[in-house]
């Protein structure tokens, strides 16, 4: 997925937020609310970060590496549908209830986040209407954006594996 923005690693919260896709679009005292109860992560590759079906604890913007999105693709097993790049969230379901998560995410290299603990977050919305009215939207944008690339990158997957079970040998 290309973002339009890709921020670089910085110590500070408002700064990494508002360098990112997600933050770009907010007002500085929007981003300043969400900076307050924002803190920053260092996660090694291979760390787990969400599991389907499990109760997502954290909204992130990913600062810099990279995170595998995979599900569990009935005869194929563990399929990455989507790698999440600088710049865009995971962890949307920690907002949306039921708060489960829809894949596992996967840190497929060492990667910084800018991590909104869930039930922090969920209440800062509820008592900040005019915050939850500018957050919605770019979050509603982030996952439409998320089903838009997760619907192509399987439409390719599976148009890979129609075609070689076309294919005519030459014998």
Known sequence: MTLPTSPAPTADPIAALSASWFGAGLSPEAVARLAGIAELRDVPTGTELTKEGH?????SVVLSGR?????????????TILTVEPGDVIGWSAVVPPHRGTANAIAIEPVRLLELQGERLRALLRSDHALAASVYPRL??????RLSATRLQLLDLF???EWGRHEVSPW
């Open 67 to 79: 995170v595998a999105l995979r599900m569990l693709v009935p005869e194929r097993g563990m399929v």
């Open 140 to 145: 509603l944008q982030a996952v439409a954006r």
């Open 159 to 161: 148009a890979r594996e």
């Open 55 to 59: 109760i997502t604890e954290a909204f």
